[in-house]
């Protein structure tokens, strides 16, 4: 008797279900995210366009939202065609993501601006953590093809990478923050200046509101 044979889309990991509506409002999402995002780099082509230390750091933040966004938007527009592996894109673009990033960080060793620099060397290594555990989760996937729900760790990982591109998209416009650390400096700097205010006259008169001697 001839065993009829499988057909190989069995053997990929496809994605669940219950996670399928998920990367189709992700796509969705990404997609306006790089719509907005090209709007905001178009209105500071001339600022992108300069030669100094600041353009060239505006240029990295752009880059680096940009490749936030589209590392989501491939990954879920993958996971919606039924038959193919998701693990192999999740690979190739975490891939890609980390060229990215070491070559946006030996630009930033080639500037070295100060805190500025540091600040964005921090954000790119968040980023190429976040690459680094897609790439693992995609081999794992493509590994491990009896365990569809190991993609969702995937997903896991595209909703961070949302997070971290708005953040950097943010600061791209020129965004206000509120800094923690800013802020108590600010706080503990005006305490000094109002305590020297009030406090005995620089003349010697001793305390306030005593006539001299």
């Known amino acids: 008797m001839r065993v009829p044979l499988r057909p190989a889309c069995e053997d990929r990991p496809v994605v669940p279900a219950n996670i399928h509506d998920f990367f189709t409002a992700s796509a969705g ?48 527009l993958w996971a919606l065609i039924p038959t193919e592996q998701i693990g192999i894109v999740a690979i190739v673009v975490a891939t890609i993501g980390l060229m990215f990033i070491a070559a946006s960080l030996l630009s930033l060793i080639r500037l070295r601006t100060g805190w500025s620099t540091a600040r964005d060397a921090t954000f ?45 998209a943010w600061e791209l416009i020129g965004g206000p923050t509120i800094g923690f650390r800013r802020e108590v400096t600010a706080l503990v ?23 001299p001697a």
Not at 128 to 140: K, P, R, S, Y
Not at 189 to 210: L, Q, W, Y
């Open 124 to 168: 790119l290594i968040g980023l190429a953590v976040t690459f680094a555990l897609q790439l693992g989760a995609g081999i794992d996937v493509s590994v491990k093809t009896n365990d569809p729900s190991m993609v969702e760790n995937i997903a896991i990982l595209v909703t961070i990478c949302f997070v971290l591109g708005v953040s950097r």
């Open 29 to 76: 999402v990404a997609g306006a995210l790089i719509g907005l995002l090209f709007v905001a780099i178009s209105v500071s082509v001339d600022r992108l366009a300069r030669t100094e230390a600041p353009a060239q750091l505006h240029r990295i933040r752009a880059s680096a939202a940009l490749t936030a966004f589209t590392n989501a938007l491939a990954v879920s």
């Open 189 to 211: 700097r005006s305490e000094i200046a109002g305590n020297g205010r009030t406090g005995p006259a620089a003349d010697g008169s001793g305390a306030e509101g005593e006539p």
